[in-house]
């Protein structure tokens, strides 16, 4: 049975109380464009800050991911239980070992459809198998290894337990749920992780007493470890794994995620490098790789290496327009617009049909002063896209940053009528705050952030700019509970720190208004000018 790794690290960024923060790009002058609202994904943690504030098609958390995972393939079924039983073994077993003969012509057959793309038939025969033969560990452990590979991680767990109920002995049924369990880490709202993490490691454990010892196994516990927070544990598992298999890239790639989560970027660095160098690595590995080696370099504040690993990755491989758009971010990030602009052209070379990358080359040209450059990109992804309310977002930004409030309003207000594609909340959240920051039409700007929290309610952008707009109408109490609620998603928020503040002032709390502007000036030293440029100054 195989279950690719590469993934599953990642699925424990939701869980893992190390979870290590990215670098963020500056945030623009006004409280809206504050941090992204972070969002669970199945996916190799991203890498670097994006280059537009708002308007990016990217996953909200203003960074860029790496290649996409591979998908989990359906593994062989396990034969342990349908094995005649010697003596000596559970009677449960014993007695159910005539049934999965019964079991086995429908298993084969869900077999040959899984290999033809047949995905319903797959379906209506192992469910027939287990119809059939209730009784058989092997039936409900092969439909549980294929609705894995299905990514129905609810079910596979489901099953897999139940095979363990026919068979407790089957290793096989442990290191699949613990498999399935990985994999749907975050992903149902669950409010304790690590109990989560406390089963991945005992069913592991019970499949390593069982016999099962491959690195697979050792890797994965070592993963479970880490969402209990045990990280000596779970890098003495990770480092058996390499041990046994040295030449194998996957690992060294996983234990170098690890890292990253536990702040080693050092070590993640040197990780990712020989994964990279391992003669059997594919393509996606060493593009994995790269991108993370240029994200741990990133995260350590070391812009200047990331950006030297960027131009290695690029003339390894000089048409892959991830590696441009990684280094395009960075050089964002150094506030170098013109090589940023010219890594954006030459993705869009490498792919003119992209609307958001039109976008983020617009963002870079508004940074660099040029909205007449800026407007032109925005206006090709508008006709290359007219239902993505990211591309009118991301005009509404240059209108405004150009000092056309009318016009940046009519965009976001258009934005926030189209169906949601990913960026209706963010236009929901600057309608609002373009109306909260030029003191106008303050009921309509209450309005469209309570659009914007209904569409995402942990969104701290959001909940930074409701809080500016109640301050506006010198609604304080409910000032402070907004911003209050926007600095436990978004901690350290210069905007929320302030307009905090201003509401606490307001209200006669004069020692905690104190505390956070020293705060918010402690973190912008700039946050004064900002607001009063939106005519607000504290007392």
């Keep these: 049975m195989r279950r690719d790794l590469i993934v599953v690290l990642t699925t424990v960024a939701a ?21 992204a609202p972070k969002a669970v994904v199945k996916a190799t943690p991203a890498a670097t800050p994006a280059a537009t504030p708002a308007a ?18 359906p593994a062989k079924p396990a034969t342990s239980a349908a094995t005649p ?62 609705v894995f590979a299905q990514h129905s991680y609810d079910k596979a767990v489901a099953d ?10 089957n290793g096989e049924a442990y290191a699949l749920r613990a498999s399935a369990r990985l994999y749907a880490a975050g992903s149902d709202g669950e409010t304790d992780p690590q109990a989560r993490g406390t089963a991945i490691v005992a069913d592991l454990d019970r499949a390593t007493d069982l016999g099962l010892t491959d690195p697979m196994i050792l890797m994965e516990r070592g993963v479970g470890h880490m969402v209990m927070g045990d990280k000596t544990q779970a890098f003495a598992d990770m480092d058996r794994a390499v041990a046994l298999e040295p030449t194998n890239a996957k690992w060294l ?84 617009y013109d090589p940023a602009i010219a890594d954006f052209s030459t993705i869009i070379g490498l792919d003119d049909d992209n609307a958001s990358k039109h976008i983020n080359r617009a963002m870079a040209y508004t940074e660099k002063g040029d ?5 032109a990109d925005t206006n090709v992804a508008i006709e290359l896209d007219p239902g993505d309310s990211a591309n009118f977002v991301g005009r509404g930004h240059v209108f405004e940053r150009k000092g056309d409030v009318t016009a940046a309003m009519a965009d976001y207000d258009h934005a926030a ?16 705050a373009i109306r909260a920051t030029n003191n106008i039409e303050l009921d309509k700007a209450l309005a469209y952030c309570n659009a914007a929290l209904d569409l995402y309610p942990d969104y701290g952008a959001a909940l930074d700019s409701r809080g500016f707009v109640h301050v506006r109408l010198k609604q304080y109490d409910a000032a402070v509970s907004d911003y209050t609620a926007a600095l436990k998603l978004q901690p350290g928020a210069a905007s929320s720190l302030f307009g905090r503040a201003l509401a606490e002032q307001k209200l006669g709390k004069t020692q905690d208004a104190a505390t956070d502007l020293a705060a918010a000036r402690a973190v912008d030293a700039g946050i004064d000018a900002k607001f009063k440029g939106y005519g607000i100054t504290a007392e």
């Design 15 to 35: 869980m893992a109380a190390t979870q290590t923060a990215v670098a963020q790009t500056a945030a623009p002058a006004k409280p809206a464009t504050a941090t």
């Design 56 to 73: 990016t098609k990217a996953t909200p958390a203003a960074t860029v991911a790496p290649a996409k995972p591979t998908t989990a393939t």
């Design 85 to 146: 039983t010697a003596a000596g073994q559970p009677a449960t077993v014993a007695a159910a070992a005539g049934a999965c003969t019964a079991a086995a012509p429908l298993i084969a057959a869900g077999n040959i459809a899984v290999a033809m793309g047949q995905n319903d038939v797959a379906t209506a025969d192992f469910n027939r198998a287990v119809d059939r033969a209730p009784r058989c560990a092997s039936a409900w452990l092969r439909r549980a290894e294929y």
């Design 160 to 169: 897999a337990t139940t095979a363990i109920a026919r068979d407790p002995r």
């Design 253 to 336: 790639i996983v234990r170098a995620g690890a890292r990253e989560e536990a702040g080693d970027h050092d070590l993640a660095i040197a990780d990712y490098a020989q994964a990279r160098t391992r003669p059997g690595a594919d393509a996606e590995q060493r593009t994995t790789s790269f991108g993370g080696g240029i994200r741990a370099f990133a995260a350590k504040g070391d812009t200047d290496g990331a950006i030297a690993l960027a131009g290695d990755a690029i003339a390894a491989e000089p048409k892959n327009p991830y590696y441009y758009e990684l280094r395009a971010n960075l050089y964002v990030r150094k506030q170098a």
């Design 371 to 375: 909205y007449a450059a800026a407007l």
């Design 417 to 432: 009528t189209l169906p949601a594609r990913g960026a209706t909340f963010r236009a929901a959240n600057a309608a609002c």
